[in-house]
């Protein structure tokens, strides 16, 4: 069996002068939950749309198990789907949205009362059958939705913001629940989402996307410490930059000049002396010293500029050298004042460069 | 009385506003409405006197039973008729194929002229000498006859339809474009193919819109003068027959038109009912959010 | 052969044609009446097989103004719309009123009732207008026709009103006096202004329905009242199917000239009447 379950070779759309995807090219495996994530109009449903055929790509083509279905409508390809707004069928019972695709297939109706059954049991629905949507709660309406996505067994399930239209609290029942039915049933899964934190949680593989374009696809310990771009970066978490110019080059480390101050950092590959980057750091990361630490690698001397109070966190502004700038995240137990001077180190490993300034 | 006006001044005052238009309703509708069921009791020509003869007239007279069950036929052929345009109509209409706007402007027209102007233009077009049996004589093969459609059941059941149908297809229309497309794409990614999403999904969830927008149309039809009075030839509904028993005759039956009106408007209202009815019980089942 | 089907598909779906096909010919359908009536309208010695007239003439407008007596009658159909329209504006402003803006127990049957008119056919109750209208000498008099018209003009006009009414935005008056405006000046500057377009609306309508009222006119009029439908449809009697055309084209100008104008603006579902407030 290939390793790639889901493939997008090369696929752009195109809406007039607005590029909605641009040469997308991802490889989805077998088996894993691959996120697209990315702001509103990054072109992540629109990719996912090309993949259940309801739009049309202009250019590329879409492979799914292998097979080239890119020529092959919508209904004939075998996947489930799970929308943000539920998308079930008001007219129906719980037990018909669900069998539905069974009754399309024209199964035996022993058949299709068994699998709506099972179906219903994986989402913890049993007993729900003579519902009507309207009657149920947002978050039992989704699981519905996923019933109906699951009950013919699906070799992929696509999900399109599930969790959006439920509130915060669902939506982390919800997260956990997913991800483990996908896991046990064994299911590809492609999961369209905005919430960075909700990718981070249920992805095997995060790809982030831009105006388009693919920016980075690793697992989201990969997205989170190495970002590959400043649009990463700056997209999950929070963040730090500070432009800098490569001093020397040392094997693993590099030195580099930020104003005054000389950090030493992982290298950056393929750079060499001369060149800028950009430094890139964790508020969350930087550690505040106490006045009785020694100074080392990568401390410098900074001025609190700003201080607020978050409950269970402090955020600051911190500014050091030629008026730059850091911005800091503490213990709220061990408060600093504005105005106070501060000594800060910024750990090497949690140090990350990117280039160009 | 102060205390009375302080209490009470604002439902007087809303009261004082609807005072014309009571005054226009009461004079001008409820009160001839209710001439017309007293006439319909009285013996023909006679300012007193109470008589069901009119009723027994009209009803034991197998013409009479006949005009009833063409308006009816009318009424109903039209409706039914309206329905298969309308809904294939606004299907396509909601796709915003190019030139949709123009389209949906085409299909206003029929609303806004009076039904004397469309029955002229229709009876010219599909008379001897319109175009229609011009076409049908000249490049159809075999033909050789024009077909009668002026003045015949199934030309006035279309010429109806001409007229009533835009009723039908806007609230089709309307009710069309109040689906979620999601649900249709819910079901293609289901396995349903176009046909079966268009079964399956959207037409139960639209009945309720094409029934509200045909009981306009069937009223329409079942209430329509003009256009009978002058295409109707030979055939004559309810709202004709009640004309012709008080311009034909001398002196002019007003009784015997009246026990027409009266017959004329409970029907209606009876079907009417019947028909809100199913149309309920129909969009309950549906239950559409 | 992938991409000749793909080409075929994307291009000429046969789902298209079929639809093109509706449209075009339903466009035709609606059409093909307005042009036979032109024509007809403009024909001289059309006569036998003919697809076109052989001679064009306005020979039948000039009759319909000469013996047809056009002017008078569009004189009358004017005057008995002015008259109409002001009477069912005046009920519709303050009934309008009353059910945009004020408490009102069991608004949905009152305004059941006000449609009430247009869901009955209008020649049974006509039948009572007329034998009224005998009695009080109103037949055949400005008035008369007028005040028939009003019967089915109002609830037109009480719907639109109502609803420019209601959509008044309490907030806007709020800021207005807030604004340091007094009622006088709210009004003149406010007020006025937001239910200007309703009001235009409402007379439009109304004016409209009275200009093709036939029904109702073809019971309460005398040979002094006689509008544009009825002598339309008295030329249909006498049998000159030229003469009627002319009278037609006449008579459906103005109307096609007004929904070219409403269509940029109202949306369809409010000329359908506004029948269980859809």
Redesign the interface.
């Given at each position: 069996m290939p390793e790639a379950m889901i493939e997008f070779r090369d696929v752009s759309k195109r809406y007039g002068a607005l590029v909605a995807n641009d040469h997308l090219t991802l490889t989805i495996r077998r088996g894993e939950l691959m996120t697209l994530l990315g702001p509103s109009g990054c072109g992540k449903t629109t990719a996912l749309r090309c993949l259940t055929g309801y739009i049309r790509p202009d250019e590329g083509r879409i492979f799914i198990d292998g097979k080239d279905v890119t020529d092959v409508p919508t209904h004939q390809r075998e996947l489930g789907m799970v929308f943000q707004n539920f998308a079930l069928f008001p007219h129906l019972t719980v037990r018909d949205n669900v069998g539905f695709p069974l009754m399309i297939r024209n199964l035996p109706k022993d058949q299709r009362t068994t699998m709506t059954a099972d179906a219903l049991r994986l989402v913890r629905l049993e007993g729900y059958e003579s519902h009507y949507p309207r009657q149920l709660s947002g978050g039992q309406q989704q699981r519905v939705g996923l019933a109906r996505a699951l009950v013919y067994r699906p070799k992929v399930l696509l999900l399109d913001e599930p969790l959006s239209n439920l509130d915060a609290k669902l939506r982390e029942e919800m997260r956990f629940e997913i991800k483990e039915l996908v896991t046990r049933l064994g299911i590809t899964a492609v999961y369209v989402t905005h919430d960075q934190a909700e990718a981070l949680a249920l992805s095997d593989r995060v790809a982030i996307m831009n105006r388009g374009r693919l920016e980075q696809v690793g697992t989201p310990e990969e997205i989170y410490e190495q970002p590959q771009s400043r649009f990463v970066a700056e997209f999950i978490g929070l963040s730090n930059f500070l432009e800098g110019r490569i001093e020397v080059v040392d094997g693993a480390t590099m030195r580099v000049t930020v104003g005054d101050l000389k950090l030493t950092v992982p290298a950056l590959p393929q750079t060499g002396p001369g060149q800028r980057v950009l430094i890139f750091v964790r508020p969350n990361e930087i550690e505040l010293l106490g006045p009785d630490e020694p100074a080392g690698e990568n401390v410098l001397e900074a001025q609190v500029e700003k201080a607020t109070y978050l409950g269970d966190t402090m955020d600051y502004r911190l500014a050091f050298g030629q008026g730059l700038a850091l911005r800091v995240q503490g213990d709220a137990q061990r408060r600093v004042s504005p105005g106070a001077p501060v000594r800060l180190r910024l750990p090497r490993i949690r140090c990350w460069a990117l280039p160009g300034g | 009385m102060t205390a009375f006006w302080r209490r009470n001044s604002s439902g007087l005052i809303t009261v004082f506003l609807l005072l014309p238009a009571l005054a226009g309703f009461f004079g001008l509708f409820f009160y001839p409405m209710l001439l017309t069921v007293i006439l319909s009791f009285r013996p023909e020509g006679q300012v007193a006197g109470w008589t069901l003869e009119n009723y027994v007239r009209f009803l034991s007279d197998p013409d009479g039973r006949w005009v009833i069950l063409l308006t009816f036929i009318l009424a109903v052929g039209s409706t039914a008729l309206s329905i298969v345009l309308s809904v294939p109509l606004a299907l396509i209409l909601r796709e915003k194929v190019r030139g949709h706007r123009f389209y949906r402007l085409i299909v206003l027209v029929p609303l806004v002229i009076p039904g004397l102007i469309g029955a002229l233009g229709l009876l010219l077009f599909w008379g001897v000498r319109g175009w229609f049996n011009l076409f049908l004589t000249q490049f159809v093969p075999f033909v050789t006859r024009p077909m009668a459609v002026n003045y015949t059941i199934h030309g006035l059941i279309m010429f109806y339809v001409w007229l009533y149908f835009p009723y039908t297809c806007v609230t089709t229309l309307s009710s069309l474009e109040s689906l979620d497309r999601s649900i249709e794409e819910a079901g293609a990614v289901s396995g349903a193919t176009r046909w079966q999403v268009l079964r399956h999904i959207v037409l139960p969830l639209i009945t309720p819109g094409i029934l509200a927008g045909s009981v306009l149309t069937f009223m329409a039809a079942f209430g329509a003068f003009s256009v009978p009075l002058i295409a109707g030839g030979n055939y004559r509904p309810l709202s004709v027959e009640i004309y012709k028993e008080i311009s034909v005759p001398i002196p002019a039956r007003w009784s015997a038109a009246s026990a027409i009106a009266v017959v004329m408007g409970g029907l209606q209202v009876i079907f009417l009912s019947l028909y809100m009815r199913s149309v309920r019980r129909a969009g309950g089942a549906g239950g559409s959010r | 052969m992938?991409f000749a089907?793909?080409y075929i598909r994307g291009l000429w779906d046969g789902?298209?044609i079929l639809?093109?096909t509706?449209?075009l010919s339903?466009?035709v359908?609606?059409?093909?009446?307005?042009l036979?009536?032109a024509l007809?309208s403009v024909g001289k010695g059309w006569?036998?097989?003919?697809?076109l007239p052989p001679q064009l003439t306005l020979d039948w407008y000039r009759w319909a103004v000469e013996v047809g007596n056009i002017p008078e009658v569009m004189k009358n159909t004017l005057i008995i719309g002015i008259i109409a329209t002001a009477?069912s504006t005046?009920?519709?402003i303050?009934?309008g009123?009353?059910f945009g803006r004020?408490?009102?127990p069991g608004k949905e049957v009152a305004m059941a009732?006000?449609l009430?008119?247009r869901?009955?056919?209008?020649?049974?109750?006509?039948?009572?207008?007329?034998?009224?209208f005998y009695t009080l000498e109103l037949v055949d008099t400005y008035l008369g026709v007028a005040?028939?018209h009003?019967?089915v003009c109002?609830p037109y006009a009480?719907l639109v009103l109502s609803a420019t009414f209601e959509g008044l935005d309490e907030r806007v008056l709020e800021a207005a006096d807030v604004c340091g405006a007094n009622t006088l000046k709210r009004f003149f500057y406010v007020v006025l202004p937001l239910i200007m377009p309703g009001i235009l609306a409402s007379m439009i309508f109304t004016f409209?329905h009275s200009y093709?009222?036939?029904?109702l006119t073809?019971?309460t009029y005398g040979p002094h009242t006689v509008t544009l439908?009825v002598r339309?449809?008295l030329a249909?009697g006498d049998g000159y199917?030229e003469i009627?055309?002319a009278m037609?084209v006449i008579?459906?100008i103005p109307?096609?000239v007004?929904?070219a104008m409403i269509?940029r603006r109202a949306e369809?579902?409010k000329?359908?009447?506004g029948?269980?407030g859809?």
């Amino acid at each position: 069996m290939p390793e790639a379950m889901i493939e997008f070779r090369d696929v752009s759309k195109r809406y007039g002068a607005l590029v909605a995807n641009d040469h997308l090219t991802l490889t989805i495996r077998r088996g894993e939950l691959m996120t697209l994530l990315g702001p509103s109009g990054c072109g992540k449903t629109t990719a996912l749309r090309c993949l259940t055929g309801y739009i049309r790509p202009d250019e590329g083509r879409i492979f799914i198990d292998g097979k080239d279905v890119t020529d092959v409508p919508t209904h004939q390809r075998e996947l489930g789907m799970v929308f943000q707004n539920f998308a079930l069928f008001p007219h129906l019972t719980v037990r018909d949205n669900v069998g539905f695709p069974l009754m399309i297939r024209n199964l035996p109706k022993d058949q299709r009362t068994t699998m709506t059954a099972d179906a219903l049991r994986l989402v913890r629905l049993e007993g729900y059958e003579s519902h009507y949507p309207r009657q149920l709660s947002g978050g039992q309406q989704q699981r519905v939705g996923l019933a109906r996505a699951l009950v013919y067994r699906p070799k992929v399930l696509l999900l399109d913001e599930p969790l959006s239209n439920l509130d915060a609290k669902l939506r982390e029942e919800m997260r956990f629940e997913i991800k483990e039915l996908v896991t046990r049933l064994g299911i590809t899964a492609v999961y369209v989402t905005h919430d960075q934190a909700e990718a981070l949680a249920l992805s095997d593989r995060v790809a982030i996307m831009n105006r388009g374009r693919l920016e980075q696809v690793g697992t989201p310990e990969e997205i989170y410490e190495q970002p590959q771009s400043r649009f990463v970066a700056e997209f999950i978490g929070l963040s730090n930059f500070l432009e800098g110019r490569i001093e020397v080059v040392d094997g693993a480390t590099m030195r580099v000049t930020v104003g005054d101050l000389k950090l030493t950092v992982p290298a950056l590959p393929q750079t060499g002396p001369g060149q800028r980057v950009l430094i890139f750091v964790r508020p969350n990361e930087i550690e505040l010293l106490g006045p009785d630490e020694p100074a080392g690698e990568n401390v410098l001397e900074a001025q609190v500029e700003k201080a607020t109070y978050l409950g269970d966190t402090m955020d600051y502004r911190l500014a050091f050298g030629q008026g730059l700038a850091l911005r800091v995240q503490g213990d709220a137990q061990r408060r600093v004042s504005p105005g106070a001077p501060v000594r800060l180190r910024l750990p090497r490993i949690r140090c990350w460069a990117l280039p160009g300034g | 009385m102060t205390a009375f006006w302080r209490r009470n001044s604002s439902g007087l005052i809303t009261v004082f506003l609807l005072l014309p238009a009571l005054a226009g309703f009461f004079g001008l509708f409820f009160y001839p409405m209710l001439l017309t069921v007293i006439l319909s009791f009285r013996p023909e020509g006679q300012v007193a006197g109470w008589t069901l003869e009119n009723y027994v007239r009209f009803l034991s007279d197998p013409d009479g039973r006949w005009v009833i069950l063409l308006t009816f036929i009318l009424a109903v052929g039209s409706t039914a008729l309206s329905i298969v345009l309308s809904v294939p109509l606004a299907l396509i209409l909601r796709e915003k194929v190019r030139g949709h706007r123009f389209y949906r402007l085409i299909v206003l027209v029929p609303l806004v002229i009076p039904g004397l102007i469309g029955a002229l233009g229709l009876l010219l077009f599909w008379g001897v000498r319109g175009w229609f049996n011009l076409f049908l004589t000249q490049f159809v093969p075999f033909v050789t006859r024009p077909m009668a459609v002026n003045y015949t059941i199934h030309g006035l059941i279309m010429f109806y339809v001409w007229l009533y149908f835009p009723y039908t297809c806007v609230t089709t229309l309307s009710s069309l474009e109040s689906l979620d497309r999601s649900i249709e794409e819910a079901g293609a990614v289901s396995g349903a193919t176009r046909w079966q999403v268009l079964r399956h999904i959207v037409l139960p969830l639209i009945t309720p819109g094409i029934l509200a927008g045909s009981v306009l149309t069937f009223m329409a039809a079942f209430g329509a003068f003009s256009v009978p009075l002058i295409a109707g030839g030979n055939y004559r509904p309810l709202s004709v027959e009640i004309y012709k028993e008080i311009s034909v005759p001398i002196p002019a039956r007003w009784s015997a038109a009246s026990a027409i009106a009266v017959v004329m408007g409970g029907l209606q209202v009876i079907f009417l009912s019947l028909y809100m009815r199913s149309v309920r019980r129909a969009g309950g089942a549906g239950g559409s959010r | 052969m992938r991409f000749a089907r793909a080409y075929i598909r994307g291009l000429w779906d046969g789902r298209m044609i079929l639809g093109y096909t509706l449209l075009l010919s339903l466009t035709v359908f609606i059409v093909v009446p307005f042009l036979m009536i032109a024509l007809r309208s403009v024909g001289k010695g059309w006569f036998g097989r003919l697809w076109l007239p052989p001679q064009l003439t306005l020979d039948w407008y000039r009759w319909a103004v000469e013996v047809g007596n056009i002017p008078e009658v569009m004189k009358n159909t004017l005057i008995i719309g002015i008259i109409a329209t002001a009477i069912s504006t005046v009920i519709g402003i303050f009934a309008g009123w009353a059910f945009g803006r004020r408490q009102m127990p069991g608004k949905e049957v009152a305004m059941a009732i006000v449609l009430l008119p247009r869901m009955i056919p209008p020649i049974t109750y006509a039948l009572g207008v007329a034998k009224t209208f005998y009695t009080l000498e109103l037949v055949d008099t400005y008035l008369g026709v007028a005040l028939a018209h009003v019967s089915v003009c109002a609830p037109y006009a009480i719907l639109v009103l109502s609803a420019t009414f209601e959509g008044l935005d309490e907030r806007v008056l709020e800021a207005a006096d807030v604004c340091g405006a007094n009622t006088l000046k709210r009004f003149f500057y406010v007020v006025l202004p937001l239910i200007m377009p309703g009001i235009l609306a409402s007379m439009i309508f109304t004016f409209t329905h009275s200009y093709n009222e036939f029904t109702l006119t073809l019971l309460t009029y005398g040979p002094h009242t006689v509008t544009l439908p009825v002598r339309t449809y008295l030329a249909v009697g006498d049998g000159y199917w030229e003469i009627t055309s002319a009278m037609a084209v006449i008579m459906v100008i103005p109307s096609l000239v007004i929904l070219a104008m409403i269509q940029r603006r109202a949306e369809p579902e409010k000329l359908v009447g506004g029948f269980k407030g859809v």
